[in-house]
């Protein structure tokens, strides 16, 4: 699994790549995750174009993180996952939970209009 960072205005965006499920690459994605909550201010974009596979382990830690980052007042939001992730997250509710978007530039204007602040 890779991640890979990038500022843009007051968001830091995560690019993963790979599958995010039980055991190592889930505690990769989620010390990812503790490390943006811890060293820095800004609200989250997981970008979800190369993530190929999440299992309910890796929908564990976002929903943990959603929480997390809540709690601070800062968003953690989900940009273009797969058809079957969205399948995934619809089943399980949490597509009313979760900001979804369909490109990084879509939620970053979306997000940072002073309607959402």
Known sequence: MIVEKKHVENFTILYVEGLIKLGESAEF???ALENVLKN???????DFTKIDYIDST????LVGYLGKFTNQNRKLILVNPSERIQKLLKLAKLDA?????NTEEEAVSAESSPAHA
């Open 29 to 31: 994605f989620s010390s």
């Open 40 to 46: 820095e201010s800004t609200n989250v974009i997981i």
């Open 58 to 61: 890796g929908i564990g830690e």
């Open 97 to 101: 939970v979760f900001k979804i978007y």
